[in-house]
């Protein structure tokens, strides 16, 4: 223990070890053989060597040398001429004819350099810790001075020879004339270059390090000593929780102990209760009250029986071994040994756990836990010592402990906001070397093997970190356990960071097949009591919980994770691209942020609707509304992902029924008309009404959900599991609620959600361009990038770590360029944990599904033309940002237009030079309603998706994209009354790139008359559909052009017919979808029903309710425990009577062709049977449910 404070304190430890210096030099090299002699001599005449010299150093004190202060050991003698030292000394003195004179005769422990008195001390006090030091001397050494030669050039101190004084068995003999010192050629830590950066690093010699046991606290001697029973019982334990704790030393000297009981108490709290404690900047006086001197000292040693250093305050333990120092505390025992680094007082504490998590399949002796404290600060020194620490630790693990399972817990203290890294690179104060040094950090810690228990909790749904709201933080902020913007400690004690939240404090785990994340949370924040912050450390702790499981079965779990389609490559953003910075300002510049102006009109509108529909207002005193709703955000707007020409999407969930609700909404929003509310239009789509609305000029999409057990347990909704029973919904319900569930899931899986931000408007902004941003299309739609830009993110985070916005968007290009659509479906495979259970139909290209029940394709308007256009696109983009220079600004090309006289974006000027043939359906409308006219257009604008279908498959060998925006030439956008209308679709055509040869005159003249009946059978579905084309107020039509003839189109950006206040229904088959409604619906209060003579029955009616047909659908569909492939549906045609179909091929999408209304479904049966006609488990007419056990159950 002297040896180790010598080292740790003492500036020439490597030029000579501890030592008490008797007689200081004098004797010339060449008399040295005679003076050995005669204090040979003269103490065999005068020293009575049966008396032993007993010698107890166990007063502290000090002296000043030059500009160096000396902290020394001695006797109690100090100068007392009774002291054994001062006798030696005299009798050693007087051998060489010298007499006797004043001397303090002392064993050095340290030095302060400059004579800083807080130093001074500091370093007295823990001198002062060290336990007494008592020896019995048997031989004096003679030292000379010597200087070793080459580049290490230093002076050393060797052993010239030796006076034995004692008994025999007091006295010592040296291996060799070199063992006083170890050279730096023989076995003392040699210096490396690193090749990265030049960074000096010290290498240990790869000898066998001597692991100390734990201390373990004996309660009978009330005192901490060595633990030497072994490791009896633990080869069970199969779960472990790890903590990590930076507990803060304020000052070195005096020290501060106000916040030590608080730092207890957050040690002892449930959310940091653990397994494995790693604390970091424990200093002798805190480690003394929590192991010593804390009234809750035994409630720490009864939950961490085990530690690494024991209390300094125990006499027979002694000091740490710097003033900030990392110490594990334990429930189960250990051993452990330190790994220094280059910089002096920094080392890794490597314990190890015999037994523990281990797998049968892998030979292991026992988890290995290292505690870690890397050099703080953010300077081109601090990272570049910061990445020779992390390879030092990461290499000795790898030498040593390579069939182990690692964690690696502590302050690694890396800057991971890059809003300081850039602000430091801008003001210089690192340079761009150092930012690559940082990636290059995060990048050996992933090939070492080491994941992030955080990143990977986080993607995986079980991270629990309390964090600042998402909108505020910038990327790489996301579970910060350093936030100067919550925490006084923290904004106190910051340098580098500017304010920013920090994610210095990681678990990372090295799971050898074995190991997984089930729990991560922090402990240790901030709270308010009587109005006044009160938090224990400026940093945050971190806890995991990890599990060992057998790795065969951990295998065959996440099989389907590591399967090949499922693997994600990491691409990383070349040059110019890697600046985040430079992404930010092109997206601003194109538009794609809201400002603060805009933010402002788009809550307080949302804020207007909601207190409209509650009955509500900001005036009024009314706490609750008159009946129970929740308004919610759902879509970009709630993801913060929105633009200024973006709608806003809201959901509002009650307990009363769809037709109450509505009738209501638009009693209220009529009235509210002079707050800014109009209401647009009144949607009947298969998914239910909506409502679209206008407020203070921004669009608003209303939809409702009648749940209303979900409004009464809605303060705890976000937490609620999948298999709640609150989720037992009609399927109408669980739809309208799918995507605000599924956005609550996203917020909370997403890695990083400012650089999911970033990325979704990067990739928006690229799909608008090209014209490939519209999911009515069969394109792109904020749902399709939201999920698929999701799993990328999330499979990065969970393999990679932290991965920044410009490579999350050049993993997505590169990723979907070379997925396999025709056989392969987007999913989120850590949700869903293995591939779902989804019938995809001939007529669905791309698959793109969801989390929450029910499960649909997202991409179900998608055609095969327009995927052939995407994965062209994707690859187009992926070559264009590997070329060499390219920026941001090239790849998005510049805001304003090529033909500004024209004004069209370059996007569209694109495509119109793109094709040489054009299809343009043209629609003009002079009707008095402006709802009409707005309807004809939705519904023109509908049956465009078919028409590409069709002509794709008259034209196999041809590439067909529509633009999804209308197109109007000058004249007509001049005309202003407000009523006529005058546009046209553009469907561009050419010959597909793959195509061998040029066609024949005869194959053009085929594809002509096979283009004609295309266009006829078009024109007249529309112009025989009665319903939705008059053609005494409007005109349809559908024609082949060249280029030539539509260059001098422009986009129609006119909101014509915005204003509509008709309120006619879009729906196709409005009949069908109220009767589904009905059927479906959730009505808290029944309707009183007129009496009527009841039918007779061959069975007695039942007075339960049966279930709907959905939710026997439902069920049957989405229940892990049944096979839809083992049962039929029975349903009524209209022309052909009953009929019976498959479950599996039954659809429910309105648009899709095979589409049958639900109320027509007679009974659900299972295949089989005693007499092979199958079971009915579901029956309308009989009322027999044997799913449910509603109506009269099994029909007993």
């Known amino acids: 223990m002297i040896q180790e404070t010598y080292i740790d304190f003492s500036f020439p430890h490597l030029q000579w070890p501890a030592h008490v210096n008797l007689v200081y030099p004098f004797v010339a090299p060449e008399q040295l053989p005679r003076a050995q002699q005669q204090i040979r001599e003269y103490l065999a005449e005068n020293l009575d060597q049966e008396t032993p010299i007993n010698i107890a150093l166990a007063q502290a004190g000090a002296f000043i040398q030059k500009n160096n202060m000396n902290v020394y050991l001695t006797d109690h003698g100090g100068e007392d001429v009774d002291s054994p030292l001062v006798s030696l000394r005299t009798i050693v003195l007087r051998a060489l004819g010298q007499g006797p004179a004043r001397s303090t005769a002392h064993l050095t422990v340290g030095q302060t350099q400059g004579n800083p008195l807080i130093s001074q001390s500091f370093l007295l006090r823990k001198a002062r810790l060290l336990p007494d030091m008592r020896f019995r001397v048997g031989t004096l050494a003679i030292l000379i001075r010597e200087r070793t030669t080459g580049t290490l050039s230093t002076d050393h101190m060797r052993l010239y020879g030796t006076i034995d004084i004692g008994a025999p068995s007091d006295i010592w003999r040296p291996h060799s004339s070199d063992y006083w010192v170890k050279t730096p050629n023989s076995n003392l830590p040699t210096l490396q270059s690193d090749s990265d950066g030049g960074q000096q690093e010290i290498i240990s010699d790869d000898h066998e390090v001597l692991a100390e046991p734990a201390l373990c606290f004996d309660p009978t001697e009330n005192k901490w000593s060595a633990y030497t029973d072994g490791d009896k019982g633990q080869n069970g334990i199969r779960e472990l929780t790890v903590s990590s704790y930076n507990v803060l030393v304020d000052t070195e000297y005096p020290p501060d102990h106000d916040r030590d009981p608080l730092i207890v108490s957050t040690i002892l709290s449930n959310s940091a209760e653990a397994d494995v404690l790693v604390l970091q900047e424990v200093s002798d006086d805190f480690l003394s009250y929590l192991l010593r001197n804390s009234p809750d000292f035994m409630q720490i040693a009864q939950r961490y029986p085990f530690v690494s250093h024991g209390p300094p305050c125990q006499n027979d333990l002694g000091p740490l071994p710097s003033l900030r120092n990392v110490v594990i505390l334990s429930r189960y025992p250990f051993s452990w040994h330190s790994v220094s680094f280059h910089r002096k007082h920094k080392s890794a504490l490597i314990a190890q756990f015999n037994g523990v998590a281990t797998s049968s399949s892998v030979e292991s002796e026992g988890l290995v836990v290292a505690g870690v404290h890397l050099t703080a600060g953010l300077s081109d020194g601090s990272v570049a010592t910061k990445k020779s620490q992390m390879g030092t630790l990461t290499r000795y693990l790898e030498r040593h402990y390579k069939r182990e399972s690692w964690v690696v817990a502590g302050d690694f203290n890396l800057v991971t906001s890059t809003y300081t890294i850039d602000l430091s690179v801008k003001n210089q104060s690192i340079s761009s070397e150092t930012v690559s040094t940082l990636s290059a950090i995060e990048d050996e810690i992933r090939e070492a093997g080491l994941s992030d228990a955080w990143s990977v909790a986080r993607v995986e749904g079980v991270d ?29 004690t910051t340098t580098t960071s500017h304010d920013r939240p920090q994610r210095y404090d990681r678990i990372l785990f090295k799971p050898q097949e074995s190991l997984r994340i089930v729990h991560f949370n922090h402990f240790g924040v901030p709270e308010m009591i009587d109005g006044e912050q009160v938090v224990a450390s400026d940093h945050y702790g971190v806890r995991a919980r990890i599990q060992s499981t057998d790795a065969a079965v951990s295998n065959d779990v996440n099989k389907d994770l590591s399967s090949k389609q499922l693997i994600i490559e990491h691409r990383r953003a070349a040059g110019v691209l890697a600046d985040t910075t430079s992404l930010h300002s092109v997206l601003e510049t194109h538009g794609m942020f809201p400002n603060e102006k805009q933010a402002g009109e788009w809550r307080d509108a949302f804020a207007s609707l909601q207190n409209v529909l509650l009955g509500t207002s900001e005036d009024s005193n009314q706490a609750q509304p008159d009946i129970p709703l929740v308004i919610v955000p759902v879509g970009s707007y709630a993801l913060g992902v929105w633009t200024a020409d973006s709608d806003i999407d809201c959901l509002c969930i009650g307990t009363i029924s769809s037709k109450t609700f509505f009738k209501l909404a638009r009693q209220r929003l009529s009235k509210a008309e002079s707050q800014g509310i109009r209401i647009l239009r009144k949607v009947e789509a298969s998914t239910g009404t909506m409502l679209e609305l206008s407020v203070n000029e921004i669009l608003m999409d209303l939809q409702y959900c009648p749940a209303p057990q979900v409004v009464e347990r809605w303060h705890e909704f976000r937490n609620i599991p999948a298999s709640d029973p609150i989720f037992n919904l009609s399927v109408l319900s669980l739809r309208k609620l799918k995507p605000y569930r599924d956005l609550l899931y996203i917020q909370r899986t997403l890695p990083s959600l400012p650089a999911f931000r970033l990325a979704y408007r990067c990739i928006k902004l690229w799909a608008v361009q090209r014209g490939i941003y519209s999911a009515k299309f069969g394109f792109l739609g904020g749902v399709h990038i939201t999920l698929m830009l999701s799993w990328v993110c999330k499979k990065l985070g969970h393999d990679y770590g932290s991965v920044t916005a410009a490579d999350i968007v050049t993993s997505f290009f590169h990723h979907y360029a070379h997925f396999d659509w025709t056989n392969d479906i987007v999913y989120d495979a850590i949700y869903h944990k293995k591939r779902p259970r989804y019938y995809r139909s001939t007529r669905e290209p791309m698959v793109v599904l969801g989390y929450h029940a029910p499960n649909s394709n997202i991409a179900h308007t998608a055609t095969v033309p327009g995927l052939k256009l995407l994965v062209k696109a994707f690859r187009n983009a992926e070559q264009q940002l590997c070329e060499p220079g390219i920026t941001w600004e090239t790849f998005f090309g510049a805001p304003s237009a090529p033909r500004q006289e024209l004004n069209i974006p370059h996007g569209v000027a694109d495509f119109l030079h793109a094709y040489n043939n054009f299809i ?76 061998a040869s040029a066609a024949s005159a005869e194959e053009k003249q085929v594809a ?47 909101e014509w017919g915005i204003y509509a206040t008709e309120l006619d229904s879009d729906s196709d088959d409005e009949e069908d979808i109220i009767d589904e409604d009905t059927e479906d619906a959730d009505d808290t209060k029944p309707q009183r029903a007129i009496p009527q003579r009841p039918k007779p029955t061959s069975k007695p009616l039942s007075s339960t309710k049966l279930r709907p047909a959905s939710d026997v659908l439902n069920r049957l569909r989405w229940d892990p425990s049944l096979d839809p492939s083992d049962y039929i549906i029975g349903y009524e045609d209209r022309f052909l009577g009953a009929k019976e179909t498959g479950l599996e091929k039954w659809k429910t999408e309105q648009t899709d062709e095979e589409f049958i209304p639900q109320h027509r479904i007679l009974y659900f049966k299972r295949k089989g049977g005693e007499d092979g006609r199958g079971d009915i488990v579901w029956e309308r007419a009989t009322r027999i449910d044997k799913i449910f056990g509603s109506g009269l159950g099994n029909g007993d």
């Open 1008 to 1054: 002509k008359q096979a283009l004609d009946k295309v266009l006829d059978r078009f024109l007249t579905q529309l112009r025989t559909d009665e319903k939705n084309f008059d053609p005494n107020i409007s005109w349809i039509d559908a024609s082949l052009v060249r280029s030539s003839e539509v260059r001098d189109l422009q986009l129609d950006d006119r």
């Open 920 to 995: 343009k359906i043209d629609m003009q409308f002079w009707g008095r309603t402006l709802a009409k006219g707005k309807s004809l257009v939705g519904w023109v604008e509908s049956r465009c998706i078919s028409l590409v279908i069709d002509i794709h498959k008259a034209i196999p060998n041809s590439e067909v994209q529509i633009w999804p925006a209308r197109f109007a030439d000058s004249d007509s956008k001049d005309v202003d009354d407000g009523k006529d209308y005058q546009g046209c679709y553009l469907i561009g055509l050419s010959k597909a790139e793959k195509t």
């Open 464 to 492: 629990q970190t309390s964090a600042t709201e998402s909108g505020d933080l910038f990327e790489g902020e996301e579970g910060a356990t350093f936030d100067p913007q919550n925490n006084r400690l923290a904004a106190g």
